[in-house]
């Protein structure tokens, strides 16, 4: 069983940047689709996707609310997922997630595709304020 951790939120301005990562241990991601998700804290807001990038080819998907602004990596040797943040906005205050996917390819339904969903890590916060 993989376990994944999160690291790399913290309080930024906005306009500010980021570098979240995903280690994972247990297994390799190397085959995995890997998934960015978020929560705002805001009442009521679903979990939503933000990125995701496929095991041994790395085609990378976003979301439309990111516009050019982030965008997802992987480092196989190290088995980490970076996800890079930048010109943050309040709006994308909230806790981050990565997830594996069960199969090697993000595809297009990515974010709402959960029979294929396999773990999550714990989080990390991303406040964007002034």
């Known amino acids: 069983q993989v376990q994944l951790v999160e690291s790399g939120g913290g309080l930024v301005q906005p306009g500010g940047s980021l570098r979240l990562s995903c280690t994972a241990s247990?297994?390799?991601?190397?085959?995995?689709?890997v998934g960015w998700f978020r929560q705002a804290q805001a009442p009521g807001k679903d979990r939503e996707g933000v990125a995701c990038i496929g095991g041994t080819n790395a085609g990378t998907y976003y979301a439309d609310f990111v516009q050019g602004r982030f965008a997802v990596s992987r480092d196989y040797a190290k088995n980490t997922v970076f996800l890079q943040l930048n010109d943050l906005k309040s709006e994308d205050a909230g806790v981050y997630y990565c997830?594996?996917?069960?199969?090697?390819?993000?595809?297009?339904?990515?974010?709402?595709?959960?029979?294929?969903?396999?773990?999550w890590g714990q989080g990390t916060q991303v406040t964007v304020s002034s």
């Open positions: 247990g297994s390799t991601l190397a085959y995995s689709a």
């Open positions: 997830l594996t996917y069960t199969v090697g390819e993000c595809g297009s339904s990515w974010n709402y595709r959960t029979w294929d969903f396999g773990s």
